[in-house]
């Protein structure tokens, strides 16, 4: 009788479960607020270009990116990327709505990232996404300087 019950009510829970999986709420970019230190986003951007020009290469990459930039950390990491040397093709948000695999949406590399941290901690977290493939990297916040807590992390 349960079973029967549960099983009447399938198609709702696939139904449910399906629009959960089309939501286009996509979780990029800086979610530290105003309680990060001042100089922490200019050095995580100087860090994050540092990592990146060792595994794409300037003046031979082009990064596409794939959300607006208007934060400090974002600011400082597309001046920072090109300043060594890399093509940026900036956000378009009508051209993000038609393309939503990150691998072909243009010529160059997909470029996103989160930057975040845990509650009621000093520990911070960058995230970037540069095709499929994502770096990550934890740093350590003490007097007003951070430190990288841990290696780059790249899932393949």
């Not at 600011?75 to 695999?101: C, H, M, T, W």
């Amino acid at each position: 009788m349960i079973m029967r019950k549960l099983l009447g009510h399938a198609p709702l829970l696939f139904l449910l479960a399906g629009l959960a999986g089309c939501a286009s709420i996509k979780p990029y970019g800086n979610f530290l607020g105003a309680h990060a230190p001042a100089t922490l986003n200019e050095r995580l951007a100087a860090d994050t270009v540092k990592q990146l020009a060792v595994l794409y290469p300037p003046a031979s990459t082009r990064f596409d990116l794939g959300q607006p930039t208007p934060d400090a950390y974002g600011s400082a990491l597309v001046e920072s990327l090109r300043i060594k040397g890399y093509a940026i093709l900036e956000f378009e948000p009508d051209e993000a709505a038609q393309a939503d695999n990150p691998d072909t949406a243009g010529p160059g590399l997909s470029l996103r990232y989160v930057l975040d941290a845990p509650a009621s901690t000093n520990l911070y977290r960058v995230t970037v996404m540069v095709g499929s493939q994502s770096l990550s990297r934890a740093y350590v916040a003490q007097n007003e300087t951070v430190a990288p807590a841990g290696a780059w992390v790249r899932k393949e």
